[in-house]
């Protein structure tokens, strides 16, 4: 079956740090831009940040350039979100998401995950 | 950066057309894509480049992208099309994955 399924949410103080997961399977996981989408409770969605299949281009929000970090591991098919510097306005659902199009253009995302949810709060 | 401006809410009756709007500034030049979100659940792409569906997807729901509105079309609304729903685009600006607000779609 074709899914994402992220992990590694919860609760954490202001100002500290989280490491979000997303496992891929189903696919060919290093062949995908694959993104990271936020959500605040009762909010709309956010773009978070988006990395390239071989890593080689990496994006975020302005939002959180400078604290957060996006990687991918091709062996393990997974992705991750290193999120530092941790501010209440981070708190939301965090989803991992793929891009179908190879080269990605006009970037959408055809497969999502059913999300994490971090909580910053002291 | 770009913005993308959808009504909070849209209300139809069952059976009849639900037209859900997305405003930009000359969107019609960009490729506009859309996301059904029940509650509690992930987003569903519903519409990308303006106007295909993907696999799976009713042929009930349509887009079309001009000038500066881009419009998700539902036909033969049903209760099950109740939902919010989201418009996106890319731009090359400081952000390039823009999202509307989004709007709730009540079926009465």
């Known amino acids: 079956e074709v899914q994402l399924v992220e992990s590694g949410g919860g609760l954490v103080k202001p100002g500290g740090s989280l490491r979000l997961s997303c496992a891929a399977s189903g696919f060919t996981f290093s062949s995908y831009s694959m993104n990271w989408v936020r959500q605040a409770p009762g909010k709309g969605l956010e773009w978070v940040s988006s990395i390239s299949s071989s890593s080689s281009y990496i994006y975020y929000a302005d939002s959180v350039k400078g604290r957060f970090t996006i990687s991918r591991d091709n062996a393990k098919n997974s992705l991750y979100l290193q999120m530092n510097s941790l501010r209440a306005e981070d708190t939301a659902v965090y989803y991992c998401?793929?891009?179908?199009?190879?080269?990605?253009?006009?970037?959408?995302?055809?497969?999502w995950g059913r999300g994490t949810l971090v909580t910053v709060s002291s | 950066s770009y913005v993308l401006t959808q009504p909070p809410s849209v209300s139809v009756a069952p059976g009849q057309t639900a037209r859900i709007t997305c405003g930009g500034n000359n969107i019609g030049s960009k490729s506009v894509h859309w996301y059904q979100q029940k509650p509690g659940q992930a987003p569903v792409l519903v519409v990308y480049d303006d106007s295909d569906r993907p696999s799976g997807i009713p042929e009930r729901f349509s887009g079309s992208n001009s000038g500066n509105t881009a419009t998700l079309t539902i036909s033969r609304v049903e209760a099950g099309d109740e939902a919010d729903y989201y418009c996106?685009?890319?731009?090359?600006?400081?952000?390039?994955?823009?999202f509307g607000g989004g709007t709730k779609l009540t079926v009465l």
């Open positions: 998401a793929r891009d179908p199009r190879i080269p990605p253009v006009n970037w959408y995302f055809d497969l």
């Open positions: 996106q685009v890319w731009d090359s600006s400081s952000d390039p994955v823009v």
